[in-house]
């Protein structure tokens, strides 16, 4: 997909660069709302993208990653841990993604028991497209989830972790390579030096 492209609605001044009212720019960083209209596919993603998260204190500070040298933007913006808390309100996991919006290329995974994700109550074996790092006891039913799971049990410490393995720019799973890390990481995911 190609980076995207907007167009100035009025005289704007954009990563320290002053552009003229109708000027077509190619930009990496959040848009300005006010002065940017998308032009392309990648654009109109990441707009409503921004749109919608622009008020969570996760959001990072640009859409490129230099993991996946790239725009990423996260199925889920809090990494954290992921524990469940059985309340009222939920538990702290992401909701699964809604079955009218969920696309084939999507992470799914079966539950082993009765389960609160996010808000949902799941039942045992019930399968549920998931855009967060999986629970150790979430089974992977297709391709995507068994390649998320393999990953994050190797990478699950890793200070540089991306916040989810989904990307809904690009509409996939993204695994990148992660840098090594000098020392060894103890079950917490803190450097332990030799």
């Known amino acids: 997909m190609e980076d995207p492209r907007y167009r100035t609605s009025a005289p704007a001044f954009i990563n320290g660069t002053p552009y003229p009212e109708g000027a077509e720019i190619t930009s990496r960083a959040w848009p300005d709302l006010r002065t940017m ?114 990953y994050f049990a190797r990478n699950k410490h890793h200070p540089d972790l991306l916040s989810s393995p989904w990307c809904c720019l690009h509409r996939t799973v993204v695994l990148p390579e992660l840098p090594p890390i000098e020392g060894d990481l103890t079950e917490e995911g803190d450097r332990q030096d030799a």
């Open 37 to 150: 209209s998308p032009i392309n596919a990648s654009a109109q993603r990441v707009t409503e993208y921004f749109r919608r998260r622009s008020a969570q204190a996760t959001l990072p500070k640009s859409p490129f990653s230099r993991l996946v040298d790239g725009i990423f933007l996260a199925g889920v913006l809090d990494r954290g841990a992921p524990v469940t808390l059985h309340s009222a309100a939920g538990s702290e996991l992401p909701a699964p993604v809604k079955k009218g919006d969920a696309i084939e290329e999507m992470p799914v995974y079966a539950s082993e028991g009765v389960e609160l994700v996010g808000k949902a109550q799941l039942k045992p074996g019930e399968h549920f497209h998931f855009l967060g790092w999986p629970l150790d006891r979430f089974a992977a039913v297709n391709a995507p989830a068994q390649a998320v799971k393999e």
